[in-house]
C-alpha cells in the first residue's frame, strides 16, 4: 500500500478531548474498599492504593489503555494498564474528538515529548503544575491519518515487545 507521508500543519490540542479528574471526598478513601481511584503517582504503574466509597459520575471511569497524564509533578503520560477506575483530580484523561483525524496510539507517542518540553520549561519553587491550556495550544505538522496508524502500530508494538523482554530478563534473573 501506498501511503502519502505529506505532512501537514494541525493543531492538535484543540483536537483533543481533554477530561480533568473529578475531586472526590478524601473522607470516602479507603485502602482497603470500594471503587479504585487513579492518583498522580499510580499513572505509571497502573496500581492502586486508594479505593472510592460513595456514589461518582461514570464519566470519571478510566478503561484499559486510557491515555493519562498527571498534572503535578513530573507530567507522566502513561496508558492505563490496571481495572477501571475513577479519575481522581491533576491526572487528565487524554482522547481524540475525530478518530479519522488523529490515531490515539499516535497521538499518545507525540505527546511524550511534548510533555516532556514543557515540563523541562515550567518554573517551580516547589511543585510543577501543567496547565491544560498547555495542551490545548499544542500544534504541529503531522501525517495523514492512514500513516498515523501505521506509526501508532508500529510504535506501539515495539513498546509491547520491550515489556516481554524485560519480563523475561527480570525472570532469568530471578533464575540466576
Not at 31 to 58: A, C, K, V, W
Request: charged share 25%; hydrophobic share 40%; proline share 3%.
Amino acid at each position: 500500500m501506498n501511503v502519502s507521508f505529506n505532512w501537514e500543519h494541525k493543531e492538535i490540542g484543540k483536537a483533543l478531548k481533554l477530561l480533568s479528574g473529578y475531586p472526590f471526598a478524601s473522607a470516602n478513601f479507603s485502602s482497603e474498599e470500594g471503587f479504585p481511584l487513579i492518583r498522580i503517582r499510580d499513572i505509571l504503574s497502573s496500581n492502586i492504593e486508594t479505593y472510592y466509597q460513595g456514589s461518582f459520575i461514570p464519566s470519571y471511569v478510566i478503561e484499559f489503555d486510557d491515555i493519562l497524564i498527571g498534572m503535578d509533578g513530573d507530567f507522566n503520560i502513561a496508558k492505563w494498564k490496571g481495572a477501571n477506575a475513577l479519575l481522581n483530580q491533576r491526572v487528565l484523561k487524554v482522547d481524540v474528538r475525530n478518530i479519522n483525524d488523529f490515531d490515539l496510539d499516535f497521538i499518545f507517542y507525540w505527546l511524550q515529548p511534548y510533555i516532556k518540553k514543557i515540563n523541562d520549561i515550567t518554573a517551580a519553587t516547589t511543585v510543577k503544575h501543567l496547565s491544560i491550556k498547555d495542551i490545548v495550544k499544542a500544534e504541529s505538522k503531522l501525517p495523514c491519518i492512514v500513516a498515523q496508524r501505521k506509526i501508532g502500530k508500529i510504535l506501539s508494538t515495539i513498546d509491547q515487545k520491550k515489556k516481554k523482554t524485560e519480563a523475561l530478563i527480570a525472570k532469568y534473573q530471578l533464575i540466576k
